[in-house]
C-alpha cells in the first residue's frame, strides 16, 4: 500500500480497519484492506463496481462478519456486535440503493434516525405519560433542523415512497445526521443524481463535516466529486487495495492510472 | 448537535410549523388553516386537527345514544366492539410490525381461558380461582396471552413472510387440540365452561340493574373498554415503538442498521399484539356466558385477518371499522334467505347462508386487496377528499 497512513496531530482515530478479509463461497469481497479514519476526516474509497466498496460498508455496520482482520470503532473492536449496537455507538450510513421506511413521512424516518436517543419504553408509549411525550418534542425540535438544512421542508409530511429519487437520497442523509453520528458512511451518494442535485449533495455533505465536526467515509465509483471533497482516498479493485493518500498522490499514482482509470487524464 | 443553518428558501407555508418552543403553551391556531401548526405538541396530537375532533365527537355521540337500541342489537354491536379490541392487537403485530400471524385466535383462548379460570367458581366443575373483579382478570388474561405471545416471538425472529404465517397457523391447530383435550381447565368439546364474570367492585355488568338492563350495561363496558384500548394504540403507534415496528415491516434490515433491535422489537409486537388479544378473548364470552373450546380455530384467526383487511392495514379507526363489519356481516347474510329464495337458513342444505358468510369474507379480501388496499379505511379517505369543503372548512 503507498502513502499517507500517519495523520498530523496526536488524536487517535475514530475507525481502523486492519487487514480485513472477506469472501463469500469462492468470491471474494475484501482481501486484506486496512485503513485508518482521523477525527473529521472526509476519507473517500473509490473503485470499480464489485472492488468491494459496498461490502466494506456492510462490515462496518456490522450486517457482514469477515473472516479475518480486526475493526476498532471509538476504540472499541465491533466484530461480532448486531448492527443496532454498532449504530447505538454512533455509526450512521445511507446505502447504495436508498434503504428508507418508503411508507412512512419525511420526518417519520427522521425520528427514526433518532430511535436510541430515546429513553422511554412501551407502557409510557402507550399511556403517552410526561416522559414520552417531552422526549418526542424534543426530538422533534432536533428533526426539524435537520428538515431545515437539508432544505427538506417541502416534503415533510410525504410518505418517502412518493418522493423523487434525488429528494430521497436527501432524506437518506437526513436520517443519518438525525442519529447524531460520530462517524457516517455515505455509499455512493451522488449516483443517478443530476448534476444541480450533486452539487447540493456535495453542498451538504462538506457542511455536515466543517459543520458538525463529524468525520465521513464516502464512497463513489468515479473520481470526480471525491477528488474535490476528500482529504484522503483509498482506491480499491477487486477487493484489493490499490493506492491509499491525498487525491493528488493517488491521481499521480502509476498504478491506479494503469489499472483503474485505464490511461485516462 | 451543533444547530445547523437553517434554510428558508421555497417552503409550503401551510405544511410549516415555526420554530417553536417546544415547551411552548399550545396556540390557537387560525380559522381556516387546519394543517398550520404554531407548536409541535400541537401538531403531534392525536387529533391534530378540528375536523378530526368534531368527528370522532359524533361518532362517540351516535355509539352513546346507540344505547337506546333494541337488547339484540346492543349484544350484537358489544361483540364488535370486543372483536375490534382484538382486531387493533392483531393490527399492531400485522399492520405496523409487518409480522403476519394466523395465530391470533390461540392468544384469544389463552385470554379467555385465563380470565374465565380466575372468575370461575372454585367449587364448580372446571377450573376456577373466585376473583371476580374485573380489573383483576382483565389485566392478567392479557399479561398471560402477551406471555404466550412473547414465547412464540423467537419464530418471527427466525421466520419471515409465509414461513411465519405457516407457523402461527400450525399455533391455532397445536391449541384447538390441547383446549379440547384439556377438560378440567376448558370443559371439553360439546360442553365448554362458564365464561369470566364482568364484575367491577360489586357492580356486574351481565345482569340487569337499576343503571339498563344487562344488554345496555355491557354494551356500555365494551364501548369504554374499547376507546381506551384504541386510544392507547394510537399513542403506541406515533411513539418510538410504532414508528420502530413500522420500519421493521418497511425495511428490516435498514432499521437494524440505524438502531433498531430486530428481535426485541418483534417480541415487543408480538406481546403488545397478544395482550389486547389476550383482553379480547376475556371479554368476548362475558357477553355469552359460556364458552366451547371449539371456538378457537382458524375461522377466528381469518375474521380477524379479514377486520385489518377489510378495515385498512396499519390504523387504529381502520381495524375498528373492519371488526364492525365483519361483525355485522353475519346479521345481514340471515337476511338473504327471505330476499334471495335459493339460499336456505340451513347448514344442512347448499347454498346455505353459512357458505355464503364464508364466501364473502374470502370476495371482500380479494375486492379489498385489488381494489383499495387501504380497506375501508382508505374509503373514507377518498370520501374525505371528495367532500373535502364540507360540512367543516379544510
Ligand atoms: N451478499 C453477498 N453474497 C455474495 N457475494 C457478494 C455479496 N456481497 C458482495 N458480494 C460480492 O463481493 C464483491 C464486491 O461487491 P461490493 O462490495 O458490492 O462492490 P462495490 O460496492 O464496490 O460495487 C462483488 O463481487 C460481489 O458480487
Ligand atoms: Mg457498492
Same mark, same amino acid.
Given at each position: 500500500m503507498t502513502g499517507g497512513e500517519e495523520e498530523p496531530g496526536a488524536a487517535p482515530p475514530v475507525l481502523t480497519f486492519e487487514d480485513v478479509g472477506l469472501s463469500f463461497a469462492g468470491v471474494t469481497a475484501i482481501d486484506g484492506v486496512s485503513f485508518e479514519v482521523a477525527p473529521a476526516e472526509l476519507f473517500a474509497v473509490i473503485g470499480p463496481n464489485g472492488a468491494g466498496k459496498t461490502s466494506v460498508f456492510n462490515v462496518l455496520s456490522g450486517v457482514y462478519r469477515p473472516q479475518r482482520g480486526r475493526v476498532t470503532f471509538l476504540g472499541e473492536d465491533i466484530l461480532g456486535l448486531p448492527p443496532h449496537r454498532i449504530a447505538e455507538m454512533g455509526?450512521?450510513?445511507?446505502?447504495?440503493?436508498?434503504?428508507?421506511?418508503?411508507? @412512512?413521512?419525511v420526518l417519520d424516518n427522521l425520528m427514526l434516525g433518532r430511535h436510541h436517543h430515546f429513553g422511554y419504553g412501551p407502557l409510557s408509549a402507550l399511556l403517552w405519560?410526561?416522559?414520552?411525550?417531552?422526549?418526542?418534542?424534543?426530538?422533534?425540535?432536533?428533526?426539524?433542523?435537520?428538515?431545515?438544512?437539508?432544505?427538506?421542508?417541502?416534503?415533510?409530511?410525504?410518505?418517502?415512497?412518493?418522493?423523487?429519487?434525488?429528494?430521497?437520497k436527501r432524506v437518506e442523509l437526513g436520517r443519518a445526521l438525525a442519529m447524531e453520528p460520530?462517524?457516517?458512511?455515505?455509499?455512493?451518494?451522488?449516483?443517478?443524481?443530476?448534476?444541480e442535485e450533486t452539487e447540493d449533495m456535495a453542498r451538504f455533505? @462538506?457542511?455536515?463535516?466543517?459543520?458538525?465536526?463529524?468525520?465521513?467515509v464516502l464512497v463513489d465509483h468515479d473520481m470526480g466529486l471525491v477528488m474535490d471533497l476528500a482529504d484522503r482516498v483509498l482506491v480499491l479493485d477487486f477487493g484489493r487495495p490499490v493506492a491509499l493518500g491525498t487525491p493528488a498522490e493517488v491521481q499521480s499514482d502509476p498504478e491506479v492510472i494503469e489499472a483503474y482509470l485505464g490511461g485516462a487524464p | 448537535m451543533t444547530r445547523m443553518t437553517g434554510r428558508t428558501g421555497d417552503l409550503e407555508a401551510v405544511a410549516e410549523p415555526p420554530r417553536a418552543d417546544p415547551a411552548a403553551p399550545r396556540a390557537r391556531r387560525p380559522r381556516g388553516r387546519p394543517l398550520l401548526y404554531t407548536s409541535y405538541s400541537q401538531d403531534m396530537a392525536l387529533l391534530d386537527t378540528r375536523a378530526k375532533k368534531v368527528w370522532l365527537a359524533l361518532l362517540l355521540g351516535v355509539a352513546i345514544l346507540s344505547s337506546g337500541l333494541p337488547d339484540d342489537l346492543l349484544i350484537l354491536l358489544a361483540g364488535g366492539y370486543v372483536a375490534a379490541i382484538g382486531a387493533i392487537g392483531l393490527n399492531i403485530v400485522t399492520g405496523y410490525a409487518g409480522q403476519v400471524s394466523l395465530g391470533h385466535a390461540f392468544f384469544v383462548a389463552v385470554g379467555a381461558y385465563a380470565a374465565a379460570a380466575l372468575s370461575g367458581d372454585p367449587e364448580g366443575r372446571v377450573i376456577g380461582f373466585g376473583i371476580t373483579n374485573m380489573i383483576v382478570w382483565l389485566p392478567a388474561a392479557g399479561l398471560v396471552a402477551a406471555l404466550a405471545g412473547v414465547l412464540v416471538a423467537p419464530l418471527a425472529a427466525r421466520l419471515r413472510g409465509l414461513y411465519l404465517a405457516v407457523v402461527t397457523l400450525g399455533l391455532v391447530f397445536l391449541g384447538e387440540h390441547v383446549?379440547?383435550?384439556?377438560?378440567?381447565?376448558?370443559?371439553?368439546?360439546?360442553?365448554?365452561?362458564?365464561?369470566?364474570?364482568?364484575?367491577?367492585?360489586?357492580?356486574?355488568?351481565?345482569?340487569d340493574s337499576a343503571l339498563g338492563t344487562r344488554a345496555q350495561s355491557l354494551y356500555m363496558l365494551m364501548l369504554v373498554l374499547l376507546v381506551v384500548f384504541a386510544v392507547a394504540a394510537r399513542n403506541l403507534a406515533r411513539s418510538r415503538i410504532g414508528r420502530a415496528f413500522s420500519? !421493521?415491516?418497511?425495511?428490516?434490515?435498514?432499521a437494524e442498521v440505524i438502531g433498531v433491535p430486530l428481535t426485541r422489537y418483534k417480541t415487543l409486537a408480538f406481546a403488545i399484539s397478544s395482550f389486547y388479544a389476550g383482553c379480547a378473548g376475556a371479554l368476548m364470552y362475558t357477553i355469552t356466558g359460556?364458552?366451547?373450546?371449539?371456538?378457537f380455530n382458524l375461522l377466528m384467526s381469518v375474521q380477524? !385477518?379479514?377486520? !385489518?383487511?377489510?378495515?385498512?392495514?396499519?390504523?387504529?379507526s381502520g381495524a375498528v371499522a373492519g371488526a364492525l363489519f365483519i361483525t355485522l356481516l353475519p346479521r345481514l347474510t340471515q337476511e338473504l334467505p327471505a330476499l334471495l329464495p335459493f339460499v336456505s337458513g340451513d347448514t344442512t342444505q347448499t347454498p346455505n347462508v353459512f357458505q355464503i358468510q364464508v364466501a364473502l369474507y374470502g370476495l371482500l379480501i380479494v375486492l379489498f386487496l385489488v381494489f383499495e388496499p387501504r380497506g375501508l379505511f382508505g374509503l373514507w379517505v377518498r370520501v374525505r377528499a371528495y367532500w373535502k369543503s364540507w360540512p367543516f372548512s379544510y
Open positions: 455509526l450512521a450510513r445511507t446505502f447504495q440503493n436508498v434503504e428508507l421506511f418508503h411508507n @412512512l413521512t405519560l410526561g416522559r414520552a411525550r417531552r422526549q418526542e418534542l424534543a426530538a422533534r425540535a432536533r428533526v426539524e433542523d435537520i428538515i431545515d438544512f437539508l432544505d427538506l421542508a417541502a416534503w415533510r409530511r410525504h410518505p418517502v415512497r412518493l418522493l423523487p429519487y434525488g429528494v430521497q460520530r462517524l457516517l458512511l455515505l455509499d455512493e451518494p451522488v449516483a443517478g443524481m443530476n448534476l455533505v @462538506l457542511d455536515a463535516r466543517d459543520e458538525l465536526g463529524v468525520p465521513i | 383446549f379440547k383435550e384439556w377438560d378440567d381447565l376448558t370443559g371439553g368439546p360439546g360442553v365448554g365452561r362458564p365464561a369470566a364474570v364482568p364484575e367491577l367492585f360489586g357492580f356486574r355488568f351481565d345482569v420500519a !421493521i415491516r418497511d425495511r428490516d434490515i435498514a359460556f364458552f366451547d373450546p371449539g371456538s380477524f !385477518i379479514a377486520m !385489518i383487511l377489510i378495515g385498512g392495514v396499519a390504523t387504529v
